[in-house]
């Protein structure tokens, strides 16, 4: 059984091993990881799923913002061990992680991902266009997702890391 739980500071070392483990310790080097290099994830929103033996799956968020003034959120990275992607846990971890993420007020999340892969929870590449991030990025890659309908309206300029 896995059981899908808020991500604890406890987890870090498994999560990043895990991590390592799924990017074959790519991760790192990537734009995204810019925005999130000496922080921590959004605690209570990011989750981890684990048997009993071991955590096999991680969604983290982090705060960000978009332009000067407008607040938001970065999903990712998103990693499930290898012995446990059968049966759709990658997909249930971003779907909590939303359905959490709307609760608590949050209007706006981007990622850069798989555009086929997340188009099924809502993101798309159209939201991002008038948005940069601090780093080189494949555009089709660069998605977002309105939590609230119109959240992206307006909404354009530096991706930022934000303490939030």
């Not at 290099?37 to 048997?51: D, E, I, N």
């Not at 086929?116 to 991002?128: C, I, M, N, S």
């Amino acid at each position: 059984m896995i059981e899908i739980a808020a991500e604890l500071p406890e987890h870090d070392p498994a999560v990043e091993g895990l991590l390592d483990l799924a990017f074959a310790g790519t991760w790192r080097g990537k734009t995204c990881h810019a925005l999130r290099a000496g922080r921590a994830p959004v605690r209570g929103l990011s989750l981890v799923a684990r048997t009993r033996r071991k955590l096999v799956g991680t969604v983290r968020f982090w705060h960000v913002r978009f332009g000067r003034s407008q607040d938001g959120l970065m999903l990712g990275p998103l990693a499930v061990d290898a012995n446990a992607r059968a049966g759709g846990l990658g997909a249930r971890l971003v779907e909590e992680g939303l359905a959490m993420a709307r609760k608590l007020g949050h209007r706006r999340v981007f990622l850069v991902g798989d555009a086929p892969y997340y188009a099924r929870f809502g993101f798309t590449a159209a939201h991002t266009r008038k948005l940069a991030l601090p780093g080189p990025v494949d555009a089709k890659r660069f998605l977002g997702l309105e939590l609230v309908p119109g959240a992206f309206v307006g909404t354009a300029g530096l991706v930022q890391a934000n303490a939030a």
